[in-house]
């Protein structure tokens, strides 16, 4: 009896153990720490899986020798656990692979020790189970492991201290979890061992049961490692595929009573295939329905990041109606995240008031139209001072920092969001200025916001704010031509002279622009000169605190030159003015350069990057040199910069009377849809920012244009999203239009 309630115990515990670390692991495959608690989940199963060996045969043999190979999970259990503590919200620090190998020195080294009778001399099979008689080694085993935990455990509370607010409470119910599990496998598997009480050594993988719970509260609680909507989604498949079964049960029982009352026998073939058919035609059927019921009452807020930044995107980039703006922010978000309510107040520096501009839900205490900026101004003052200035604002997180710190302001703000039933607090800045709030109310399903959701907002809030200031300067310009208007038309007698003022206007605004362009260029060109001399030593050496920061300047400067290089191409283009210098060229070159320049681009994303150089000398064609290196930088670069593993192969060949040039990458892909938009101007790619946040969106309306003055054609070919992309350019060999203008010069 006493075997058979250790075999009923053991195997659900195993089951939890490994599908919850596995669970973590499919969430995020490339987070490391994932893999890791996926490997503590592991080395706990395996040790349970030995101890129902051990503890649930009357065959001596089986008993013994499980209960030696019961000290391997243990054993790799602490160096896993030990790398998890210092990895856990910290994973970009670097130990080397040989740092690695020492630290699971001690444990491969006691590997070859266990399966002797120094680890266990004997055991002794009972009722209960196995009672083992420890070897000398045995408490040198368990004390190994006892070390790498009490590391692992010194680790977690370091990082206790130095954070704040939901990561500490991760690290808190993550580090009382594994010290309590310790704790009592100490307990049951060392000391009471030791003592000759191995009795009790069958709870050994049973404790860690309680770092298991503890961890999967902070999973559901804080948002830990973000699995809840996994969990959740897997919870609803079991009840689905629970209801079809009865289902499907009670239409095979009654079929069988319609044949009975109808044919007098009954024919389980008969019955078979009409299930059969039934199953075919009804099941995908009846799983949509039920899913569509139960997404209804327990996913409130699925939905696909890419699509919805997307939409947001689109709409937020293509609208300069401001109430229509802010009343499609409002309510798409609440459609999107199933609140129960969103609110917007935008900064109003007239009145120096934030005032309620769009609303959307069910109001639950009386509408407060206007917001006093000296609390949010005090809120996000102190906020700064903790390190969350420009953070998004979530209700129990905000009590959490409040039980550390026991601030008056905060009390008042947690009072508000209470009263209001308010969860999140969404900033939008542009630059340093607070221009705008969003307020979300809690979820309909009464869920927590996630990590992801948070993240989108985040990126949504970014998007909305420069949305919202531009259309903010729409209306007042409008404004202004409205009044303009008036003023013209009582001044008619000054109409002629204000048309010409007028032009005069227009033709200024374009020279300023190409002016102001041209003047950025030479003190960034002298910035980014003195910059290369700084880093290269030529005013004294450059600490390490300082090469850092002066490498981001750089890299900034850089980004803004190209900009203000992008802003005069399309001046020029758009004027008419953009010179071109045609000669024969040997495009090979180019090719070669431009290839030789990205190549390190390439080896820091661990990309292989490939040239297809051609078979035979190409003829030299007529090209402005600097003009289609542009275009090939650009090209190449961008498959680099959207790749994010596999290959970029470039490769040059001729083809008829033509030379072909294309750039071929294992990256993100295009959809269909995205392809004919995609050379417009000020035009990308759904979803790329996430992947590159400083593009444009002019490079590729700029290559086309260069490209379609050289008598040639550029395009895109993709198979769709995530099967990679391949862009072509094809030049003319002979080309007398050019080979004219290059005649007249």
């Known amino acids: 009896m006493g ?18 670390g596995y669970w973590v692991y499919r969430t995020n495959k490339r987070r490391l720490v994932n893999k890791l608690f996926f490997l503590i989940c592991v080395c706990i199963a395996f040790w349970t899986l030995t101890l129902i060996v051990t503890d649930t045969t009357n065959v001596y043999f089986y008993a013994y020798w499980g209960s030696q190979f019961a000290m391997i999970g243990p054993l790799f259990l ?30 491969v080294l006691a590997f070859f020790l266990v399966p002797t009778k120094y680890n266990v001399e004997k055991v002794i099979i009972r009722d209960w189970g196995s009672e083992v008689v420890a070897g000398i080694l045995y408490p040198i085993l368990f004390v190994i492991m006892l070390s790498y935990f009490i590391a692992g455990i010194r680790n977690l509370y370091k990082k206790y201290k130095i954070e704040s607010g939901l990561k500490r409470l991760q690290i808190l119910y993550v580090t009382l979890g594994i010290a309590i599990s310790t704790f009592l496998a100490i307990t049951t598997n060392l000391i009471l061992v030791v003592l000759g009480i191995s009795k009790y050594s069958i709870l050994g993988p049973l404790v860690f049961l309680v770092f298991i719970s503890f961890t999967s509260y902070a999973i559901l ?24 079964t009865a289902l499907y049960a009670i239409l095979s029982y009654l079929l069988s009573l319609v044949f009975t009352e109808l044919i007098g026998i009954q024919s389980v073939i008969i019955n078979g295939i009409v299930m059969a058919i039934l199953v075919a035609l009804g099941f995908e059927p009846l799983k949509k329905g039920l899913s569509e019921v139960t997404d209804s009452f327990l996913f409130k807020a699925e939905y696909k990041p890419q699509e919805v930044l997307g939409e947001f995107s689109e709409k937020l980039s293509s609208t300069l109606n401001l109430n229509e703006l802010t009343n499609f922010l409002v309510k798409k978000t609440s459609e999107v995240f199933k609140c129960t309510k969103a609110s917007l107040y935008l900064f109003n520096s007239e009145h120096k008031e934030y005032q309620e501009v769009a609303f959307f839900g069910k109001r639950t205490a009386s509408p407060t139209t206007k917001i006093e900026p000296k609390l949010f101004n005090k809120i996000f003052s102190h906020l700064k001072q903790i390190g969350k200035a420009r953070d998004i604002i979530v209700r129990e997180e905000i009590k959490k920092i409040n039980e550390q710190f026991k601030n008056q302001i905060l009390e008042l703000l947690i009072k508000q969001l209470d009263e209001r039933e308010v969860n999140l607090i969404v900033p939008f800045y542009v630059k340093e200025e607070l221009i705008g709030i969003l307020f979300l109310g809690d979820k309909k399903s009464g869920d927590v916001y996630s990590q992801q959701d948070l993240n ?19 209306e007042e310009q409008k404004h202004f031509t409205e009044h303009l208007k008036k003023e013209v038309a009582k001044a008619t007698k000054e109409l002629q002279v204000a048309n010409v003022q007028l032009r005069k206007l227009d033709k200024a605004k374009s020279e300023f622009i190409s002016i102001a362009s041209h003047q950025l260029r030479t003190p960034l060109t002298v910035i980014r000169g003195y910059i ?12 390490a605190k300082v090469q850092e920061p002066l490498d981001r300047v750089y890299k900034s400067t850089m980004r803004i030159i190209g900009l203000v290089e992008d ?18 060229t040997d495009l090979n070159l180019i090719v070669e350069d431009v290839v030789d320049e990205l190549k390190q681009n390439a080896v820091r994303k661990n990309l292989q990057l490939e040239y297809d150089k051609p078979k035979e000398k190409l003829p030299q064609i007529l090209l402005d040199q600097s003009k289609i290196r542009e275009v090939v930088m650009n ?4 498959a680099i910069k959207y790749t994010d593993s596999g290959f970029v192969k470039v490769k040059l060949e001729k083809t008829d009377h033509n030379i072909r040039f294309s750039v071929a990458d294992s990256g993100r892909g295009l959809d269909p849809d995205e392809i004919p938009l995609l050379f417009q101007k000020f035009s990308r790619a759904k979803g790329v920012q996430l992947m590159h946040t400083e593009g444009t969106g002019l490079g590729l309306y700029i290559a086309k244009n260069i490209i379609a003055k050289h008598g040639g054609k550029i395009w895109v070919e993709s198979p ?6 391949t862009f072509y350019i094809r030049f003319k060999i002979e080309n007398k239009r050019l080979e004219k203008e290059a005649g007249k010069k």
């Open 78 to 107: 602490g160096p896993i656990f030990y790398l998890f503590s210092k990895y856990f919200l910290r994973e970009n620090i670097d130990i080397s692979r040989n740092k690695i190998l020492l630290i699971f020195l001690p444990s």
């Open 221 to 244: 609680k804080y948002r830990l490692m973000d699995i809840r909507v996994i969990i959740r989604r897997s919870a609803v498949f079991t009840v689905l595929v629970l209801v079809i």
């Open 635 to 638: 090209l190449v670069d961008n």
């Open 567 to 584: 802003l005069l191409n399309i001046s020029r283009i758009e004027s008419g003015r953009m010179k071109y210098d045609f000669v024969k």
């Open 532 to 543: 290369s001399m700084i880093e290269q030593g030529d005013f004294g050496v450059v600490s």
């Open 720 to 725: 769709g999203t995530g099967k990679g992309s």
């Open 3 to 20: 075997k058979n309630i250790n075999f009923i115990t053991y195997i659900p515990v195993m089951i939890i153990v490994f599908t919850l």
């Open 456 to 474: 989108v907002l985040e990126i949504i809030s970014g998007q909305s704010a420069v949305s919202i200031q531009n259309a903010g300067l729409y």
